[in-house]
């Protein structure tokens, strides 16, 4: 069992820039990757950025450039840091993490989400 918990959504204007804080707790041994999603009204969720535990990472053409994913395996917590921030990035973001158990079996993991508002 993975518990993730995300952090540092908030009301930003356009241009300016957010941090996104996830802290996993529990079977965190067993975590595979770690990425960001988003979800705004009326969309579907869409994948932002994942990072592997070997520190590959995967963004979205509309982020790339100004979002960039990190770890840091001693705070057991993912960042996502987020420039030049767009209205259109205004969304619900959630934290993932993906986890293998024993041999062959794999299970997505999922926080809450938190808000981001981006305003013109």
């Known amino acids: 069992q993975v518990q993730l918990v995300e952090s540092g959504g908030g009301l930003v204007q356009a241009g300016g820039s957010l941090r996104l804080s996830c802290a996993a707790s529990?079977?965190?041994?067993?975590?595979?990757?770690m990425g960001w999603y988003r979800r705004a009204p009326g969309k579907q969720r869409e994948l932002v950025a994942t990072i592997s535990s070997g520190r590959a990472t995967n963004y979205a053409d509309s982020v790339k450039g100004r979002f960039t994913i990190s770890r840091d395996n001693d705070k057991n917590t993912v960042y996502l840091q987020m420039n030049s921030l767009k209205p259109e990035d205004t969304a619900v973001y959630y934290c993932?993490?993906?986890?293998?158990?024993?041999?062959?079996?794999?299970?997505?993991?999922w926080g809450q989400g938190t808000q981001v508002t981006v305003s013109s």
């Open positions: 993932n993490a993906y986890s293998e158990y024993g041999s062959s079996r794999y299970r997505d993991s």
């Open positions: 529990g079977s965190i041994f067993s975590i595979l990757a």
